[in-house]
Nanobody
Framework: QVQLVESGGGLVQPGGSLRLSCAAS????????MAWFRQAPEKEREFVAV????????YYADSVQGRFTISRDNAKNTVHLLMNSLKPDDTAVYYC?????????????????WGQGTQVTVSS
């Protein structure tokens, strides 16, 4: 299993942008489907975005479609989440997750490897 470490979280004003990164250890990063989930206080963890192993397929939650972009750099073992037009409802701890499945999935039960999370706070 790769080890996942998120970074890039912080405090941002509504309408602002942040770019999250997830660094993965190990030589087989390109064999993992990568996803972002988030968990707000007192809420269940929810799917945000997923990207296929090659980066050719992506899928987003309706709540972030058109505002967030997931990307990956297999040469650098990293996956990014660019978040634009941020809203207070985007406030959450954001987690990077991985699995070895070919299909890209939004259900967290399909992910068996998780990072420690990075806090994103959207507030004026």
């Amino acid at each position: 299993q790769v080890q996942l470490v998120e970074s890039g979280g912080g405090l941002v004003q509504p309408g602002g942008s942040l770019r999250l990164s997830c660094a993965a250890s190990g030589p087989t990063f390109s064999s993992y489907t990568m996803a972002w989930f988030r968990q707000a206080p007192e809420k269940e963890r929810e799917f945000v975005a997923v990207i296929s192993r090659s980066g050719g397929r992506t899928y987003y939650a309706d709540s972030v479609q058109g505002r967030f972009t997931i990307s990956r750099d297999n040469a650098k073992n990293t996956v990014h989440l660019l978040m634009n037009s941020l809203k207070p409802d985007d406030t959450a701890v954001y987690y990077c997750a991985s699995n070895r499945e070919f299909l890209i999935r939004s259900n967290m039960r399909h992910y068996d490897n998780w990072g420690q999370g990075t806090q994103v706070t959207v507030s004026s």
